[in-house]
């Protein structure tokens, strides 16, 4: 059966620790590798630090620390993802997420995509989990990730080199 593009919801798949995370393809800005990320003192655990972006000092975080659903470290191999954070804050517009593997780039007929019923307890910053056929993904929570970074500290877009 052919879907029409409207009966299609496109996402992007990455991985973050032992999860699936599916994000919105509206929400994605960039999908990069090999990015210097420059450390942030003081930082909570799941901010892994910084890159510098088109003139942005972009926060770069781990989506299964923050959530408590694993550990995830910066290496050669890791991947990022720069979003467009909705909080519609004009000096923090984008924030990155770490994944382990290339995004994945999928398109998910409307009717495919399934609430997961289980009674797991599921953290503030997943929206929900859903399965996509057989395997499952974490829907965000991307307003519980940009209250996240709301705390910390803003670097100007002209410190960025």
Known sequence: MSYASSDEIRGVLIQSGVERVLLPN??????MSRVDVQPVQDAPHWL???????????????????????????STHNKVVVLKSL????????????TQSFPQLISVPRDGLLADASEETLP?????????????????????????LASLPRVPASACP
């Open 124 to 148: 503030p910053t997943v929206h929900m989990r859903v399965l996509l056929g057989e395997h499952s993904a974490l829907l965000p929570n991307l307003d519980a990730l940009d209250a996240a």
């Open 48 to 74: 892994l630090g910084e890159l510098a972006w088109h003139g942005w000092q972009v926060p770069l975080l781990s989506f299964a620390m923050l959530s408590g659903l694993g550990r995830e470290a910066i």
């Open 87 to 98: 909080a519609g804050d004009p000096q923090r517009p984008y924030l990155a997420l770490l």
């Open 26 to 31: 509206a929400t994605v800005a960039e999908m």
